[in-house]
């Protein structure tokens, strides 16, 4: 079936605003995973869900940053009150429940201003 | 927490030689290893994992070892064709459970002409 997919592909966006990133798992995937890739590096994770159950968010950078999968499905995540530190590659991934491995969406770039 | 160390952090090798990437990881828990290949404006791609009950997995032109005792796994890719040249990851995660996946810093493999 489809990949993970997200959208939108590339954002930019002026310091200060808020995003939102979007991600849709693989059917039936109840897993799902956000990581944060910066220029030149592994990505890194920022947070998971199993469900709609936020159980990991030991990741995420700071209070500005916000995730939520609210029917455990669909999942957003949103950064508010964006830096420049905040540019890099988002990724998404998803599972099925305790099963590697993980399957990457292609990203969305987020690049601010 | 775990920490994985890759290198090298380039690699040019010319086209039909082989390639080889090594990682070394910190956990002794974790039971784990995929390697991921990444193109340019893509997410990462699962190529071949291995879990620590075995030491060797073959898939065509791409095996990986793992040797517990030291911590250490590496990526072999043999008679390297052009569509090789990428970025590639390898990482440590946990079998059977959901969790999130630590990433190496990445190896850019070239393949010469």
Redesign the interface.
């Known amino acids: 079936g489809a990949g993970v997919s997200q959208s939108p592909r590339y954002k930019v966006a002026k310091r200060g605003q808020d995003v939102a990133l979007r991600c849709d798992p693989i059917s039936g995937h109840v897993s799902l995973f956000w990581y944060q890739q910066a220029l030149g590096q592994g990505p890194e994770f920022l947070t998971y869900f199993q469900n709609e159950a936020q159980l990991d968010k030991s990741g995420l950078p700071s209070d500005r940053f916000f995730a939520e999968r609210p029917e455990g499905s669909v999942s957003t995540l949103k950064i508010q009150r964006t830096q420049q530190e905040d540019s890099a590659v988002y990724l998404c991934a998803s599972s099925r429940p305790g099963v590697q491995p993980q399957h990457f969406g292609d990203g969305t770039r987020l690049s601010i201003l | 927490g775990e920490n ?1 160390e ?1 290198h090298p952090s380039t690699l040019s090798v010319q086209e039909g030689d082989s390639a080889v990437i090594k990682c070394t990881y910190s956990d002794s828990a974790s039971n ?1 290893f ?1 390697w ?1 290949k990444q193109e340019l ?6 190529i071949i ?1 291995i879990r620590s009950n075995v030491g060797e997995k073959k898939d065509q032109r791409i095996a990986v070892t793992l040797n517990k005792t030291a911590k250490h796994f590496s990526l072999h890719i043999t008679e390297t064709q052009p569509e090789d040249s990428a970025v590639y ?1 390898c ?1 440590a ?1 946990y ?12 190896t850019r493999l070239h393949i010469l002409p």
Request: net charge positive; proline share 7%.
């Open positions: 994985v890759q784990y995929p991921y404006g893509k997410g990462p791609q699962l994992d990851f990482a995660s079998m059977n459970r959901d969790d999130k996946i630590i990433f190496g810093k990445g």
